[in-house]
T-cell receptor
Framework: QQQVKQSPQSLIVQKGGISIINCAYE??????FPWYQQFPGKGPALLIA?????SEKKEGRFTISFNKSAKQFSLHIMDSQPGDSATYFC????????????FGQGTRLTINP | DSGVTQTPKHLITATGQRVTLRCSPR?????VYWYQQSLDQGLQFLIQ???????AKGNILERFSAQQFPDLHSELNLSSLELGDSALYFC????????????FGQGTRLTVV
């Protein structure tokens, strides 16, 4: 119930294309869904987050789509750039209680120039 | 820069030894979370402290312990180290329950030889 499943494990996209990473969760108590971006040797950096009262949130080239009934959410990166090459983690937490983040396994994204 | 400071950045030690990792949260953040990141396990939640009190425990081994001090910095103590403890250890902080946003430090890379 505490798991967050992320796919794909790795993704190669051409420059200018759309990168899509998917996550699914089981715990209906989860009500905060962030995405983190991690470059080699660095800590995860908060990229964008969504709460379940909206179905989509957009910040620049990054969009989260959220489907509460399916318990799924996804990250879309529009006009993908080589600088977007990194590992992306989805996560989920419940705002009540400890609010610890449960992470997906990560997706290694490579944008080819 | 997330504002979360972790020291040391790198640590090499022998099996059986004990080490202490230190984390200074962002100014004003009361919650500190510790995570372990290894290649095959992703980001695993270890333990959370809120304003000096233990708030939640995850997959933390009995050989590991942590504490948060009155000035809100936190230390993670790892003892009787094994080769399998080699990993990146991240600290994250958030300002108070109900916000959800957690900001990660740069991590401590622990190598046990």
């Amino acid at each position: 119930q505490q798991q967050v499943k992320q796919s794909p494990q790795s993704l190669i996209v051409q420059k200018g294309g759309i990168s899509i990473i998917n996550c699914a969760y089981e715990n209906t108590a989860f009500d905060y869904f962030p995405w983190y971006q991690q470059f080699p040797g660095k800590g995860p950096a908060l990229l964008i987050a969504i709460r379940p009262d909206v179905s989509e949130k957009k910040e620049g080239r990054f969009t989260i789509s959220f489907n509460k009934s399916a318990k799924q959410f996804s990250l879309h990166i529009m006009d993908s750039q080589p600088g977007d090459s990194a590992t992306y983690f989805c996560a989920a937490s419940a705002m009540e209680g400890a609010q610890k983040l449960v992470f997906g396994q990560g997706t290694r994204l490579t944008i080819n120039p | 820069d997330s504002g979360v400071t972790q020291t040391p950045k790198h640590l090499i030690t022998a099996t059986g030894q004990r080490v202490t990792l230190r984390c200074s949260p962002r100014s004003g953040d009361l919650s500190v979370y510790w995570y372990q990141q290894s290649l095959d396990q992703g980001l695993q939640f270890l333990i959370q402290y809120y304003n000096g009190e233990e708030r939640a425990k995850g997959n933390i081994l009995e050989r590991f312990s942590a504490q948060q001090f009155p000035d809100l910095h936190s230390e993670l103590n790892l003892s009787s180290l094994e080769l399998g403890d080699s990993a990146l250890y991240f600290c994250a902080s958030s300002n108070h329950p109900g916000q959800g946003e957690a900001f990660f430090g740069q991590g401590t890379r622990l190598t046990v030889v």
